[in-house]
């Protein structure tokens, strides 16, 4: 259990308990992706103290939202049932935050585990139901991931440097934020290079703004 104790009888102060110290729902984040060793989730929030990522796994794991388990001969931390409830929690604040993401500061990084769910948190579902199945390969920044999309599914794996299976694969930095937005639209974001195709028809890139779409 998390340290922090308000001193409210309260479900929202309960949660801010549990999830609510630094790093805590990042580590959620993460997790939500798929189970990571301890080193890659080191490896994910490469600002994180060895000491404080070791004490917020043991509170999430005392708090019932992560476990260690045996995957083939490591141990891993996945998420619990309970700890898969926030998924959706997760996925609104990535939505509200996204509006006032602002431009990136020199230091701040992107991982393949936060572009994935950048992509979930984007991702229309009733949107993706009406179009045919497309698969995107996407560079974005040290990110390369596989971005399956079926009718109202999606699935994100990561490219391992072979993006030839997609219909579409493009590299963008982090000015793509104003075409999911909607800021830009996908011709102009062609026009000034803040998406480069690199194989596959430009004019799915239309087809990819429109299934990914966030408001800022």
């Keep these: 259990m998390a340290a922090r104790d308000y001193g409210q009888y309260c479900g929202l102060t309960r949660a801010l308990e549990l999830v609510g110290e630094r790093w805590a729902l990042l580590i959620v984040r993460d997790l939500l992706v798929g189970p990571r060793r301890y080193g890659e989730l080191a490896a994910g929030l490469p600002r994180i103290p060895s000491n404080i990522l070791a004490t917020r796994l043991k509170e999430l794991q005392g708090a019932g939202i992560i476990r260690r388990v045996p995957h083939s001969r490591v141990v891993v931390y996945e998420l619990t049932g309970y700890g898969r409830e926030l998924e959706p929690v997760v996925l609104a604040l990535g939505a ?53 999309v079926d009718g109202p599914r999606l699935d994100v794996v990561r490219a391992d440097g072979d993006l030839t299976a997609a219909d579409l694969a493009f590299s963008a930095g982090p000015q793509i934020r104003h075409l999911i937005s909607g800021e830009l639209t996908p011709d102009h974001a062609l026009a000034t290079g ?17 299934t990914f779409h966030l408001a800022a």
């Design 194 to 210: 803040v998406v480069q195709v690199l194989s596959g028809p430009e004019t799915l890139l239309t087809r990819f703004a429109t």
């Design 96 to 148: 509200w935050g996204f509006k006032a993401m602002g431009e990136p500061r020199p230091e701040q990084v992107v991982t393949p585990d936060s572009m994935t769910m950048a992509l979930r948190t984007a991702f229309r579902p009733d949107v993706a139901a009406d179009l045919p199945a497309t698969t995107y390969g996407t560079q974005l920044g040290p990110a390369e991931l596989l971005v399956h």
